[in-house]
């Protein structure tokens, strides 16, 4: 309700004085005049003012015929607002509108305005269009004022303007604008408050950027302004009450600041105008008392809590106090960064590596619990409550985000030294590779891949897709038999070589234990080799493209040879993921091209050989020379635990190469049962069928084989449905990843640090940037550049034999590309969460394990 006869009947009103707007009055006031009307009415500092409403704007298009001209230039081709803005520059002010303009500036007692557009259109939640209208600052006499209004009013036509209007698909006819007069305030320093974090979305922080003078010089980027940033703190001991208390409860402390350039101070000049300081000068003013900042910080949240939504806020100080100048909206504000305890960073960065696509609602009821049985009973051994599917979020069997669910410790955890104990004592794991577990898993993926499944019905392609799953479980088995005593013995080892004063020796000596992963890396060398040492073959590598090199060399005999080494490889390794979050992803079997162009590489550029003794054992010599283990017996016991614990990760990379065996014939299977659905007209194409969840597919009932599947059609309509709305909900999260980045551990590396993350490999390398985002990239990286990955698994690992050093967007030190790295002796820097953004292809950098970090070098 408004407060005053001055203002009644708004929508007839030239002039009216800001108290009488509220938010709701945009039509009237447009976006800046109501947020200004409303922070008046919350009884904010606003300098006094009135608002020339759009009913104004209308009667000047009007009186002027303006309404042809602005019909006319919006139909050219070029699109020009040039034209219109003539027009209205050079157009009279009603006599009406110049007189309640008048009676205004009068209450104002005539003294020195500032004078601002708003557009009806403008300061919204969704579109701030700031800067796209203009403003003029100390106007002094009714006839500079007059002009300025009409400056305004012509401002709304543009070019950048329309051009702004017509990327949101705004109706120009429909923009009207209001203009904004007040007293013009002396500021001695001004500046924007953003009341959250506008970069990192942080709604615990207030982002001040502050500069001598006018504000005009930070708006419109003349200077660099003094930065802060102030984070809240509750005071007093009752939190609940203290949070229920409001900003005014709240405290600020000043976590950063940062020195502008003040390259430049905008004044108003006495006549009017302004003038502009620049030079040495500008240097000697002081900066904003942190009294000051925190008052602006209180005041900031409290015009937050008005409008119930953050603001962008423009202040002015002057004798020693705030004056609000505009607050509006602040537009495209990212999400508030997630709070995450150290466990919590540590798993998010780990699980990104794990999962860097989202996984399908296939993968959700199949592949991803098959992984659980391999990950799962570790945390079963310690009496934890933990499912591997908890570590995301899902709606309709689509996996949306990181949970960052910790495991919940059971009444079981009280049994846990006993399991341990006993399997301490039972299961050695320098014997871990003879245990028939392994001989199962490998001869069950056989059998598995050896079915013909075209002939297989529906119900057995199914069964088929059971059997896969269980593989895992059987790598998870043989982790809680012997890592129990590999993780003692390791305990051990640190210890003895703690009380031997050779702690720094620690990493070394578990360097170098042979795992499939170097043993297959080993083996791309040595096809790499046999091809550079036959010319034919040398020739057909040298002159096809990967895509195209299986059927060229089954034209060669040497070539058909290659490949039957080829095969022999394929058939032992070729089960490796590309990705292993999913199972659509093919795996090297399903196109060996991929491992076609990593041998054109490596035989294209030949690897530097191997050091002549390896670290761990160099490390072992020196120790045993120590005078402690002269003594027969203690030497004994050391080399034993010694071999125990070096066998640790070798069990936890090998069994992750026994628990995707089966990726492959999941993949087929789950394919040809899409194709059988593209017959049926529940699927358009195959890889549709990852929409689905196993137990749609099982409600299918036994069908025959082949593709006679002939489901009932209200099964078709409501299989349909869902494959279309979760294609439809996948898509949409499309450029959301499943890990927020910005949970991500970072090293806390002091300096001009590019990139931060966390130490995967020590050491220090310099290098190129070369930036492979898939697994079809893999041929670019040529020996001595730094990879830059989005993630990694052991099928990208035969890259870092020619990589410098290797950063990666996800991951930890515990990650498969974080433990090869240090087999092969490079640095690695883990959880940059932005490096394949950051940084360009050739790029020089220096690349530092140790701290976790990358710095640009100068080309």
Not at 572 to 582: A, C, L, N, P, Q
Not at 655 to 663: D, G, V
Not at 721 to 733: I, T, Y
Request: hydrophobic fraction near 45%; include cysteine; charge should be neutral.
């Amino acid at each position: 309700m408004k407060e005053s006869s001055e203002c009644a009947h708004m929508e007839s009103l030239l002039v009216a004085p800001l108290h009488c707007f509220t938010g709701g009055d945009l039509v009237w006031a447009g976006g800046k005049g109501a947020n200004l009307g409303e922070l008046v009415r919350g009884g904010f500092p606003v300098p006094s003012g009135f608002i020339v409403t759009t009913t104004a704007y209308d009667q000047f298009v009007a009186y002027n015929g303006l309404r042809e001209v602005i019909g006319a230039a919006l139909h050219q081709a070029s699109g020009s607002g040039a034209p219109i803005r003539d027009a209205f520059e050079t157009a009279t002010v009603p006599p009406e509108v110049e007189r309640d303009v008048m009676v205004g500036y009068r209450q104002l007692e005539e003294g020195p305005v500032a004078v601002r557009s708003s557009a009806t259109a403008e300061d919204l939640p969704e579109a701030a269009f700031a800067g796209q209208q203009d403003t003029y600052l100390n106007i002094v006499g009714a006839e500079a004022l007059l002009d300025a209004v009409r400056r305004c009013w012509a401002s709304l036509w543009t070019d950048r303007a329309i051009a702004y209007r017509q990327r949101l698909g705004l109706d120009h006819q429909a923009v009207k604008i209001a203009v904004v007069v007040q007293r013009m305030v002396a500021a001695e320093t001004a500046g924007v408050l953003f009341t959250a974090n506008p970069v990192t979305g942080a709604r615990e922080e207030v982002v001040v950027d502050a500069s001598p003078g006018l504000g005009e010089a930070i708006v419109s980027g003349l200077v660099t302004p003094d930065h802060f940033i102030l984070r809240k703190r509750r005071t007093g001991r009752m939190g609940k009450w203290m949070a229920d208390a409001g900003p005014l409860a709240w405290q600020w402390r000043i976590a950063e600041r940062r020195s502008g350039q003040r390259e430049v101070i905008i004044r108003a000049r006495p006549g009017g105008g302004l003038e502009h300081i620049a030079g040495p000068a500008t240097k000697q003013v002081p900066a904003l008392p942190d009294s000051a900042l925190r008052q602006l910080a209180r005041l900031g949240a409290v015009i937050q809590r008005h409008f119930g939504a953050p603001q962008d806020v423009e202040w002015a100080w002057a004798n020693g106090r705030p004056f609000i100048l505009q607050a509006r909206p602040i537009t495209a504000l990212p999400d508030p960064p997630p709070h995450a305890n150290r466990l919590q960073r540590q798993l998010a960065s780990n699980f990104a590596e794990m999962l860097p696509i989202r996984p399908y609602p296939l993968d959700v009821t199949t592949w991803i619990p098959a992984l659980g049985g391999a990950v799962e009973p570790i945390f079963g051994l310690l009496g934890f409550d933990w499912h591997f599917s908890r570590m995301f979020e899902g709606e309709d069997a689509i996996a949306v985000r990181f949970s960052g669910k910790l495991p919940r410790p059971t009444w079981r955890t009280l049994l846990t030294p006993l399991k341990l104990a006993w399997r301490i004592w039972r299961y050695d794991p320098i014997n871990w590779q003879s245990d028939p577990l392994l001989a199962r898993a490998q001869a069950r993926a056989r059998e598995l891949e050896s079915r013909d499944l075209r002939a297989l019905s529906w119900e057995e392609l199914l069964a088929t897709v059971h059997a896969a799953k269980e593989i895992p479980s059987f790598a998870g088995e043989v982790r809680i038999r012997y890592l129990p005593r590999a993780a003692f013995a390791m305990a051990r080892l640190r210890l003895f070589i703690g009380l031997l004063r050779r702690a720094r020796q620690w990493g070394a000596l578990l360097s170098g234990a042979e795992n499939r992963t170097m043993e297959a890396n080993r083996t791309l060398e040595e096809l790499a080799h046999y091809v550079r040492s036959d010319p034919e073959l040398a020739h057909a590598f040298s002159t096809h493209e990967p895509q195209q090199l299986w059927s060229a060399l089954q034209q060669l005999p040497a070539g058909r040879a290659f490949l039957a080494e080829m095969s022999a490889f394929l058939d032992r390794y070729g089960h490796r993921e590309t990705v292993i979050s999913t199972a659509l992803q093919p795996t090297w079997k399903d196109v060996p091209e991929v491992v076609l162009g990593i041998v054109k590489s490596f035989a294209t550029h030949q690897s530097p050989p191997p050091t002549a003794r390896p670290a761990w054992q160099a490390a072992r010599d020196d120790l045993v020379q120590h005078p402690l283990l002269r003594f027969a017996p203690v030497r004994s016991a050391f080399l034993t635990i010694l071999a125990q614990a070096r066998v640790l990760l070798q069990i936890r990379e090998d069994t992750h190469f026994y628990a995707t065996l089966p990726l492959p014939v999941l993949r087929r299977t789950a394919l040809e049962a899409g194709r059988r659905l593209v017959n049926a007209s529940i699927l358009d194409m195959p890889e549709d069928i990852f929409h689905l969840k196993l137990d749609e597919l099982e409600r299918l009932g036994n069908q025959l084989p082949g593709d006679q599947l002939s489901p009932p059609p209200g099964l078709v309509t409501e299989l349909r449905a869902a494959m279309l709305r979760r294609k439809e909900k996948r898509a949409g999260l499309e450029d959301t990843p499943l890990v927020d980045p910005r949970l991500f551990p970072q090293s806390s590396v002091a300096g001009d640090a590019l990139l931060r993350g966390t130490s995967g490999s020590p050491g220090v390398a310099e290098g190129s940037v070369c930036i492979v985002r898939d697994v079809s990239q893999f041929g670019k990286l040529r020996p001595g550049e730094v990879l830059v990955a989005p993630h990694t698994n052991p099928a990208w690992t035969p890259l870092f034999q020619r990589a410098a050093a290797v950063v990666v967007d996800s991951g930890s030190p515990a990650s498969h590309a974080a433990i090869v790295a240090r087999e092969y002796g490079i640095p690695a820097v883990m959880a940059t969460g932005t490096g394949t953004g950051t940084l360009r292809d050739g790029e020089r950098v220096r690349v530092d394990g140790n701290q976790g970090a990358v710095f640009r070098l100068a080309p």
